[in-house]
């Protein structure tokens, strides 16, 4: 809030006292006035102000002189003093010339001010050399330093100034000082003061009296004066070439001549002139020596002893390269096109040691004016590049990017395009992103249009610096595609190449879906018959999938990328280290997608053993259990239930006939009832379950089992326990596939198949014939108990049929 309330207050005194410099003065409706900046005139009389004109916005300064400064003058003083300063202006408004101040606005006065509007200006040549009179703030002036190449050149262009009053205006200014001198905003030292100035006159002709011996405010010093005006009263050209004399001196040495003022003291200053006429000044070695011999001549008694400005324009001093250079320049513009180009040509080998001040203020303006000249626009763009590239990123804006955003919109010559190419590293540094997009990415997209191998070649080594600047949807919808067109389109191996390395570059400025979508799967569309194309394409696969960020994934690299790299590996024309580069790749592929999906398929199957480990054992116990269940239910229709096993130890095991055994035992001793133990029915290693296929082996097995029976008959007997009745198995009417057993030798046959049985009348199905019913039981026998109750013969004649 404190900082808010001490700009506030700035302000508010800025404006107060603007108000009371500028009461009333016509001047302020037509111009806004801002900060005092400097002071000029004799005596410093001026205030010099920034200001802008209302109505075009036209940057302006405005010369204020205030009338307050004359109150300790008499009315009659006061009023010369006015006329002074009025002549002054009037005879400045009527002068045109680029060595004088140009005047935008009249003369207007009020009651309190007199003012003037001009060109820009930075101050007078007086505040840049140190003299700070009548200036509020001088932290503008702290800024500007003057270079050598400054001094000289405006030393150069204040002899051409004078010169032109003299043959041209017939003017003799005789007031020529650090004062009147004007330094505008392109650093143009310019002529100012014109209040004491005369029309030239034969030499010898009085003048009348001069000024000097009334000491009035703004009236000029003894110390600029001329001698022969203040001893004789005679004024030449001579008289100006006194003056510019001295202010050499004071320009290189910082400091005045010593000399009496004459007002006072006229005996002192003749003599003062006279030795420095004689001796030179005290300070002569601070100037150059080059313009020292010129300058002790300058300050001679002798008028005739002086040397004409002409002279002094072609003194060794003046004849620098780039003096002559920028004079030439300033001439340069109605010249043929074969002039200015040779011109040209040469300030490309110089510009680079001109100050950066005068590059920007003095030879940029003068070499924009060529743009209207489309044959002298690649002569004159190099130069341009060569002061954007000192330039400030502000500078950039505010002096150079309106003049070069139309030429970039140019389509011949086609040499713009290539010097804007050749320099675009430039134009990056110092344009900001938003220029960037609005003027550098439209002259990339045409270059890509081009024709032209070598302007399509630049812009693609280019592109990557340019992205850094541009947002991820303006190089996915309109640099990659361009990219990609020129890629196909082109027959140029190089430019394919250089397409190839460019998307590969993008890699990470773009995002990981929009490298594999637009780029990686645009490979395998791409020509690559040539070995510099093929190790291009590898290059933007091996940085896609290296790049932190991107990568590629598996189902890409199985799908497109490796059947598009595989081909290549017999390509002709490849070197070893080549296929061996394309083998390294594949395999570095491989090793990926081995290595993902291993890892995705062994988690699978860890996660689905364990989930089952536990559900695999429930199920096979109910499926154990179901087996049990659906046997019992089998069996109990055979009435098994009662405890009566009808087929006694034909269908057990021994240890299931054991069990049987101990069960009988139980009943014997009237233990309580005891419940049949089912088991699942197994194939026996003991017993040969096999269906004899002949009347032998019907018999051998027959033996067998009358044999096995007996030995169980007889240990019934002596526990007394009944004699079962023996079953035999029988053929199923239709071989089925379900009902098939292993042998020991691995080979399939037929097995015995217990079904439940599917009449209620008839409840011992096709084992009928086999097994006695319940009536045939109660029958008397002739047999005896301990036979069988079939015979030998009837089974086998049976078995026969």
Same mark, same amino acid.
């Given at each position: 809030?404190?900082?808010?309330?001490?700009?506030?207050?700035?302000?508010?005194?800025?404006?107060?006292?603007?108000?009371?410099?500028?009461?009333?003065?016509?001047?302020?409706?037509?111009? +806004?006035?801002?900060?005092?900046?400097?002071?000029?005139?004799?005596?410093?009389?001026?205030?010099?102000?920034?200001?802008? &004109?209302?109505?075009? &916005?036209?940057?302006?300064?405005?010369?204020?002189?205030?009338?307050?400064?004359?109150?300790?003058?008499?009315?009659?003083?006061?009023?010369?003093?006015?006329?002074?300063?009025?002549?002054?202006?009037?005879?400045?408004?009527?002068?045109?010339?680029?060595?004088?101040?140009?005047?935008?606005?009249?003369?207007?006065?009020?009651?309190?001010?007199?003012?003037?509007?001009?060109?820009?200006?930075?101050?007078?040549?007086?505040?840049?050399?140190?003299?700070?009179?009548?200036?509020?703030?001088?932290?503008?002036?702290?800024?500007?330093?003057?270079?050598?190449?400054?001094?000289?050149?405006?030393?150069?262009?204040?002899?051409?100034?004078?010169?032109?009053?003299?043959?041209?205006?017939?003017?003799?200014?005789?007031?020529?000082?650090?004062?009147?001198?004007?330094?505008?905003? #392109?650093?143009?030292?310019?002529?100012?003061?014109?209040?004491?100035?005369?029309?030239?006159?034969?030499?010898?002709?009085?003048?009348?009296?001069?000024?000097?011996?009334?000491?009035?405010?703004?009236?000029?010093?003894?110390?600029?004066?001329?001698?022969?005006?203040?001893?004789?009263?005679?004024?030449?050209?001579?008289?100006?070439?006194?003056?510019?004399?001295?202010?050499? $001196?004071?320009?290189?040495?910082?400091?005045?001549?010593?000399?009496? +003022?004459?007002?006072?003291?006229?005996?002192?200053?003749?003599?003062?002139?006279?030795?420095? !006429?004689?001796?030179?000044?005290?300070?002569?070695?601070?100037?150059?020596?080059?313009?020292?011999?010129?300058?002790?001549?300058?300050?001679?008694?002798?008028?005739? /002893?002086?040397?004409?400005?002409?002279?002094?324009?072609?003194?060794?001093?003046?004849?620098?390269?780039?003096?002559?250079?920028?004079?030439?320049?300033?001439?340069?513009?109605?010249?043929?096109?074969?002039?200015?180009?040779?011109?040209?040509?040469?300030?490309?080998?110089?510009?680079?040691?001109?100050?950066?001040?005068?590059?920007?203020?003095?030879?940029?303006?003068?070499?924009?004016?060529?743009?209207?000249?489309?044959?002298?626009?690649?002569?004159?763009?190099?130069?341009?590049?060569?002061?954007?590239?000192?330039?400030?990123?502000?500078?950039?804006?505010?002096?150079?990017?309106?003049?070069?955003?139309?030429?970039?919109? %140019?389509?011949?010559?086609?040499?713009?395009?290539?010097?804007?190419?050749?320099?675009?590293?430039?134009?990056?540094?110092?344009?900001?992103?938003?220029?960037?997009?609005?003027?550098?990415?439209?002259?990339?997209?045409?270059?890509?249009?081009?024709?032209?191998?070598?302007?399509?070649?630049?812009? %693609?080594?280019?592109?990557?610096?340019?992205?850094?600047?541009?947002?991820?949807?303006?190089?996915?919808?309109?640099?990659?595609?361009?990219?990609?067109?020129?890629?196909?389109?082109?027959?140029?191996?190089?430019?394919?190449?250089?397409?190839?390395?460019?998307?590969?570059?993008?890699?990470?400025?773009? +995002?990981?879906?929009?490298?594999?979508?637009?780029?990686?799967?645009?490979?395998?569309?791409?020509?690559?018959?040539?070995? /510099?194309?093929?190790?291009?394409?590898?290059?933007?696969?091996?940085?896609?999938?290296?790049? +932190?960020?991107?990568?590629?994934?598996?189902?890409?690299?199985?799908?497109?990328?490796?059947?598009?790299?595989?081909?290549?590996?017999?390509?002709?024309?490849?070197?070893?280290?080549?296929?061996?580069?394309?083998? /390294?790749?594949?395999?570095?592929?491989?090793?990926?997608?081995?290595?993902?999906?291993?890892?995705?398929?062994?988690?699978?199957?860890?996660?689905?053993?364990?989930?089952?480990?536990?559900?695999?054992?429930?199920?096979?116990?109910?499926?154990?259990?179901?087996?049990?269940?659906?046997?019992?239910?089998?069996?109990?229709?055979?009435?098994?239930?009662?405890?009566?096993?009808?087929?006694?130890?034909?269908?057990?095991?021994?240890?299931?006939?054991?069990?049987?055994?101990?069960?009988? #035992?139980?009943?014997?001793?009237?233990?309580?009832?005891?419940?049949?133990? %089912?088991?699942?029915?197994?194939?026996?290693?003991?017993?040969?379950?096999?269906?004899? !296929?002949?009347?032998?082996?019907?018999?051998?097995?027959?033996?067998?089992?009358?044999?096995?029976?007996?030995?169980? !008959?007889?240990?019934?007997?002596?526990?007394?326990?009944?004699?079962?009745?023996?079953?035999?198995?029988?053929?199923?009417?239709?071989?089925?596939?379900?009902?098939?057993?292993?042998?020991?030798?691995?080979?399939?046959?037929?097995?015995?198949?217990?079904?439940?049985?599917?009449?209620?009348?008839?409840? $011992?199905?096709?084992?009928?014939?086999?097994?006695?019913?319940?009536?045939?039981?109660?029958?008397?026998?002739?047999?005896?108990?301990?036979?069988?109750?079939?015979?030998?013969?009837?089974?086998?004649?049976?078995?026969?049929?």
């Amino acid at each position: 809030m404190d900082a808010i309330n001490k700009i506030y207050s700035s302000v508010s005194q800025t404006v107060s006292t603007l108000s009371a410099v500028f009461l009333g003065n016509p001047l302020t409706k037509d111009y +806004d006035i801002a900060e005092h900046i400097g002071s000029a005139g004799t005596e410093l009389v001026w205030k010099i102000y920034t200001g802008c &004109k209302r109505t075009t &916005k036209e940057v302006a300064s405005i010369f204020v002189f205030d009338k307050k400064q004359l109150e300790l003058f008499t009315k009659d003083e006061r009023e010369e003093i006015c006329e002074n300063i009025r002549r002054g202006v009037v005879q400045l408004t009527k002068i045109r010339h680029p060595q004088v101040l140009t005047v935008q606005h009249a003369m207007e006065e009020s009651r309190d001010t007199i003012a003037f509007a001009t060109e820009p200006v930075v101050a007078s040549l007086a505040n840049l050399l140190g003299n700070t009179t009548n200036i509020s703030n001088t932290g503008l002036l702290a800024e500007y330093k003057l270079s050598e190449f400054d001094t000289k050149f405006g030393i150069f262009e204040l002899i051409k100034g004078i010169r032109f009053l003299h043959d041209e205006v017939q003017l003799v200014h005789r007031h020529i000082c650090t004062e009147n001198i004007i330094v505008n905003k #392109q650093g143009i030292w310019k002529l100012f003061g014109f209040g004491f100035c005369w029309s030239k006159r034969a030499p010898g002709t009085p003048v009348g009296n001069h000024p000097f011996k009334s000491r009035l405010l703004g009236n000029p010093g003894s110390k600029w004066t001329a001698p022969e005006l203040i001893l004789e009263n005679s004024c030449n050209d001579s008289t100006d070439i006194y003056s510019l004399g001295i202010l050499i $001196y004071t320009i290189y040495t910082r400091e005045n001549i010593p000399s009496p +003022d004459a007002s006072s003291d006229l005996y002192g200053y003749k003599q003062s002139v006279t030795k420095l !006429s004689n001796q030179g000044p005290p300070k002569l070695t601070a100037i150059p020596e080059s313009l020292r011999s010129e300058v002790k001549k300058m300050l001679s008694v002798n008028p005739q /002893a002086r040397p004409t400005l002409q002279s002094l324009i072609q003194i060794s001093y003046f004849c620098d390269q780039y003096v002559q250079c920028l004079d030439s320049l300033e001439t340069l513009f109605p010249k043929d096109n074969l002039e200015k180009s040779e011109f040209y040509k040469r300030l490309a080998t110089i510009i680079g040691d001109i100050p950066h001040r005068v590059r920007l203020y003095r030879i940029l303006p003068l070499l924009v004016k060529e743009f209207v000249n489309c044959s002298m626009i690649p002569f004159v763009l190099t130069n341009i590049l060569t002061i954007t590239a000192s330039c400030t990123r502000a500078e950039y804006m505010q002096h150079i990017s309106s003049h070069l955003r139309p030429v970039m919109l %140019l389509d011949e010559p086609v040499q713009i395009m290539l010097i804007f190419f050749q320099n675009l590293d430039v134009l990056l540094k110092v344009c900001p992103s938003e220029e960037i997009r609005a003027s550098v990415l439209p002259l990339v997209y045409k270059a890509l249009e081009s024709k032209s191998q070598q302007i399509q070649e630049l812009c %693609l080594s280019i592109i990557p610096s340019v992205v850094v600047h541009l947002d991820k949807s303006t190089i996915k919808g309109g640099l990659v595609p361009r990219i990609k067109t020129l890629c196909s389109g082109t027959n140029l191996v190089s430019v394919r190449v250089k397409c190839l390395l460019c998307l590969g570059q993008l890699a990470p400025k773009i +995002d990981k879906w929009v490298m594999i979508d637009d780029i990686v799967s645009y490979l395998p569309t791409v020509n690559c018959r040539e070995p /510099a194309v093929i190790m291009a394409i590898v290059g933007v696969y091996k940085i896609s999938f290296n790049t +932190d960020g991107l990568g590629i994934p598996k189902d890409v690299l199985a799908c497109k990328v490796l059947p598009h790299l595989f081909p290549m590996t017999i390509v002709n024309g490849l070197t070893l280290q080549q296929f061996n580069a394309i083998i /390294a790749l594949i395999k570095e592929f491989t090793r990926k997608i081995e290595e993902e999906q291993g890892d995705k398929l062994g988690s699978k199957a860890g996660s689905i053993s364990s989930s089952t480990s536990s559900s695999s054992l429930q199920e096979k116990q109910q499926s154990t259990a179901q087996q049990q269940s659906e046997l019992q239910q089998s069996f109990g229709s055979l009435s098994f239930g009662s405890g009566n096993d009808l087929y006694g130890d034909f269908m057990q095991s021994p240890s299931t006939m054991s069990t049987n055994k101990a069960a009988q #035992q139980q009943r014997k001793t009237g233990s309580g009832p005891m419940k049949l133990q %089912l088991k699942p029915l197994q194939p026996q290693a003991d017993w040969n379950w096999n269906i004899p !296929s002949t009347a032998k082996e019907n018999s051998n097995n027959f033996n067998l089992i009358t044999q096995q029976q007996q030995q169980n !008959s007889t240990s019934m007997v002596q526990n007394n326990v009944p004699p079962p009745a023996i079953a035999m198995p029988m053929m199923p009417a239709a071989p089925m596939a379900s009902n098939m057993w292993m042998n020991n030798n691995g080979s399939t046959t037929k097995r015995l198949e217990l079904t439940s049985p599917t009449n209620n009348s008839n409840p $011992y199905g096709q084992l009928q014939p086999l097994i006695p019913t319940p009536s045939q039981t109660g029958k008397a026998s002739a047999k005896s108990a301990t036979s069988p109750m079939l015979s030998k013969e009837d089974i086998m004649e049976f078995l026969q049929k």
